[in-house]
């Protein structure tokens, strides 16, 4: 049974949440407000994590921080806004996994949910769990990429967009085909999400983030990671 906290400060919504979690087969922890939150994540352990962004104390951006400081493998969905692009954009760098906008139907959540839980495994499968790009050996079972003696830890979600990138290297990969194939949906993410993605590895992989070696943008079309 997968283990959820939810960090959700308005009383009926939050129960409400719980409720029909729990009824869908998950184990829910109901943290009320940032520090409660902050709290529960360093005493258990959890699959997923599922936080507003409006909360007392500290806010779900502060909550995500601290989480990402201490693991990039637990999964964040952030709960946002419908008209305010900025906090998706800010949810995302600071290391959300998705988001979801409100008000949203049950049966949305519940599928972006699995969908994410999905995730934690499915980069593991079809191909080898050590990768390689340049002197970077990309570890899919341990979720690193390591270098000499460097390490840097991934999101199931980011080793998913890399994992994508290098089985299809040397051809360009469209944000729409990225969507597909990772998020497992159409359109209903912006594509400005993948471009957050691909910024937060190129953040890793790249000496220059700006002028991308191993991640390359091509104008209008998507990106490709070129043969060597």
């Keep these: 049974m997968s283990r959820i906290l939810l960090v959700e400060d308005e009383e009926s919504l939050a129960r409400g949440l719980q409720f029909n979690l729990e009824a869908d087969g998950y184990q829910v922890t109901l943290a009320r407000d940032g520090q409660q939150a902050i709290e529960l994540f360093d005493q258990e352990d959890f699959d997923l994590v599922i936080l507003d962004v409006m909360l007392p ?21 952030f709960l946002t806004a419908r008209r ?38 499915w980069y593991r499968q079809d191909d080898s769990l050590h990768l390689k790009l340049g002197e970077w050996e990309i570890d899919l079972e341990a979720l690193q990429l390591k270098k000499k003696d460097l390490k840097v830890s991934l999101t199931p979600l980011e080793a998913g967009v890399l994992k994508y990138l290098l089985k299809h290297r040397g051809k360009i990969v469209s944000r729409k085909e990225l969507l597909k194939n990772v998020w497992h949906t159409d359109s209903e993410i912006e594509t400005r999400t993948v471009d957050i993605f691909i910024a937060r590895l190129r953040k890793y992989l790249e000496e220059d983030p700006l002028n991308p070696h191993w991640i390359k943008s091509i104008r209008g079309a998507g990106y490709m990671i070129p043969e060597e």
Aim: aromatic share 6%; net charge neutral; charged share 35%.
């Design 57 to 77: 104390y500290h806010s779900g951006f502060e909550v995500a921080e601290h989480i990402r400081e201490k693991t990039q493998q637990l999964p964040i969905l």
């Design 84 to 121: 305010d692009t900025g906090d998706k954009i800010k949810g995302l760098k600071v290391g959300a996994d998705d988001y979801l906008t409100k008000p949203f139907s049950l049966d949305e959540l519940l599928l972006r949910i699995e969908r994410i839980l999905q995730r934690k495994t």
